[in-house]
């Protein structure tokens, strides 16, 4: 038997005006996925603990199985184990986004304009991030390069008590002073932060952005610190060979410490321009080549909510319908019995911009035990229908049937 788990980051939302008062998920087009949810077992899942802030960090590993209240140890130390990072029990690893910050005379009277610098490449983002090393690195402080914006500092014998340490994707268009932590153990970062504007703002491969038409990475944002994460394998969880598909570190980490296959897909981005369809066909790829369980993750609709882009949005939920679900259930189906689940980690609201607690929509489709489920999937069909699992590291065990 094969599983296959199509997990739409941020994909549940609240109605958008933009939209005539759907949701992303009501508003788009997406006849294979409802057909299948006519057959499935349908519901909400909460995925993000009482007292948890929902990152994507605890809500993958909630769906993926693991208690993120037990193995959740921040989230930057996922993505470090992606990029080779070996780290010791007194590091620190924080995320180190590259941002566009508007151009006011204070740092602090500065405005968030882009979490992601535009949407940075990661050529680009690893010349700036060299130059963020010349400037910063020492005995205690190593800058690493990942994808796009998202990148890494690992502080040697650090601390996680740092106060607040703001993720720049939560003050999109705000004035980033009140959002600096005043922790004193935090001096030594915002020093940095400040101090990285002075020399990016001229940086030459942001003169080169301007001169395109497009945003500046001017300054580095650090957030997300955690210490040295380890995880059970998932096959000594759920005894089946497994592999992970992301273009982003952090899942793409947490493959990597729960011994998964984490195969590269060309052209994959994290965004709506991402290789659709070469995610799928890695999918495939690795079932032929033995695997019996696929996770399948997809940062577009995440991405779309953090942008406020419900157009976007509604586009990549058609996409993965367009391209990604025919040539996966073609092959699934020649194979004999699967499992498929498709749900989204947290919902990520276009009002908002940043990400959200409530219990998300899943379906959960056997080939051989077909059930009555919802004409169309969304937000609201899947409350009405009931189905709630509360311990939200619980639903792998349940599409697994490993209880």
Known sequence: MKYVVLLYDGMSDYPVPA??????????????????????????????????????????????????????????????????????????????????????KSYDDKTMLDYSAGDIGSDEAAEIIRSVEEHFGSDRHAF???????????????????????????????????????HENAAELVRMMRESYEFLKDHRINKKRIARGKLPANSIWLWGEGTYT????????????????????????????TGMNTPRVPGATGYIDTNFRGKALTAINEM??????????????????????????????ELIDELVLPPLLDYLRSQGRFRLMILPDHPTP?????????????????????????ETINERTAA????????????????????
């Open 19 to 104: 939209l005539d008062g759907k949701t992303p998920m009501e508003a788009a087009k997406k006849p294979i996925f409802d057909s299948l949810a006519k057959k499935s077992e349908v519901g909400l899942v909460k995925t993000i603990p009482d007292g948890v802030s929902p990152g994507s960090d605890v809500a993958n590993l909630s769906v993926l199985g693991y208690d993120p209240r037990v193995y959740h140890k921040g989230r930057s130390p996922l993505e470090a184990a992606n990029l080779g990072i070996v780290m010791a029990p007194d590091d620190v690893a924080l995320r180190c986004n590259l941002v566009t910050l508007s151009d006011d």
């Open 144 to 182: 690493y390069s990942g994808v796009s914006y998202r990148h890494c500092l690992i502080v040697h014998g650090g601390t996680t008590d740092l106060g607040s340490m703001t993720p720049p994707h939560d003050i999109s268009n705000r004035v980033v002073g009140p959002y600096i932590s005043q």
């Open 230 to 257: 380890e995880l059970p394998s998932f096959k000594s969880f759920f005894g089946v060979n497994a592999s992970i598909i992301s273009a982003v570190d952090l899942l793409n980490g947490i493959g990597f410490l």
């Open 288 to 317: 032929k080549g033995g695997q019996d369980f696929v996770y399948l993750h997809f940062e577009a609709p995440d991405e779309c909510g953090h942008r406020n882009e419900p157009e976007n949005k509604v586009r990549s939920i």
């Open 350 to 374: 276009i009002v908002t911009g940043t990400h959200a607690t409530d219990p998300v929509p899943y379906m959960i489709y056997d080939s051989a035990d077909e059930r009555v489920g919802v």
């Open 384 to 403: 009405a229908t009931g189905s709630f699992i509360d311990v939200g590291h619980e639903i792998m065990k349940r599409f697994l049937r490993a209880e």
